[in-house]
């Protein structure tokens, strides 16, 4: 069947990763049976961040925060309905998107546009300190498609890129009262995750069946921190300081801090 087929074309592309970037997956597993994020469909009207995270195309990306991005999130929609036609062909009754990527924060207004009744999510973690972590993972994602990655080069675009998307989100949020916003922190996540999701599903006045308990624990149970390896950095390496980061985010972390009840 069509599935089948591409079942095994997305394996053989999971597969040669592994084997081209094995460590890829212990910083950001892949499962080809598994979602992902939606930014990929935003790539497919090549105006994303999807390029600046795979090649050093610095131009390309100032190029791109002077874009409406209208057109592009248009396009995604357009993508998840033909997914949703080919579930209801399949007998599957419309199920709910949770879409996730970082990008969005960076299009707040765009998003809202395109999906008025949208219902906003954000997630919170020590910002400053998982930036090193997030370069890492630039650079090996660079590190398929190029013989030479600069980390310097890698921490200061993506620096300057994140400083510019949560200041984007704290003025969309300080501008759009209107809008429905729930607030998920990491470290409560980890804590307790299912009273985690119980909570976040009763700020979205969604019912928190006893089947959602089962699938969140059982997921867990298969899914253990460090499954594929440890994610090892060093901070020096990125020509950067702990305390320069954490100048440059304080915005964020004075807005993050005021979230919490």
């Given at each position: 069947t069509i599935v089948q087929r591409r079942a095994k074309k997305t394996r053989t592309n999971s597969n040669a990763l592994k084997i081209i970037a094995p460590k890829f997956f212990a910083i950001h597993p892949i499962d080809f049976m598994q979602p992902e994020e939606e930014i990929i469909l935003l790539d497919m009207s090549f105006l994303s961040q999807v390029p600046e995270a795979l090649y050093d195309v610095k131009t390309y990306g100032h190029w791109a925060e002077?874009?409406?991005h209208t057109f592009s999130y248009e396009y995604m929609k357009k993508m998840l309905q033909l997914l949703q036609w080919q579930d209801k062909i399949k007998g599957i009754s419309s199920r709910r998107w949770i879409l996730k990527t970082p990008q969005h924060l960076e299009h707040m207004d765009t998003l809202l546009r395109v999906f008025p009744d949208a219902e906003l999510v954000f997630t919170h973690r020590e910002l400053p300190k998982i930036i090193p972590s997030f370069a890492s993972l630039v650079g090996h994602g660079r590190g398929v498609f190029s013989d030479h990655v600069d980390p310097v080069e890698v921490m200061r675009h993506w620096l300057a890129k994140i400083e510019r998307m949560v200041n984007r989100s704290i003025d969309f949020r300080k501008r759009r009262k209107d809008v429905k916003s729930v607030d998920l922190f990491y470290d409560n996540l980890m804590a307790d995750p299912v009273r985690a999701m119980e909570q976040l599903y009763g700020d979205l006045d969604l019912k928190f069946h006893a089947v959602i308990?089962?699938?969140?624990?059982?997921?867990?149970?298969?899914?253990?921190q460090h499954k594929y390896g440890r994610h090892l950095y060093n901070l020096k390496d990125f020509g950067v300081?702990?305390?320069?980061?954490?100048?440059?985010?304080r915005p964020y972390l004075d807005f993050a801090a005021g979230l919490r009840p």
């Open positions: 002077q874009q409406d308990q089962d699938r969140i624990i059982a997921w867990l149970n298969h899914n253990a300081t702990q305390a320069e980061i954490d100048d440059r985010l």
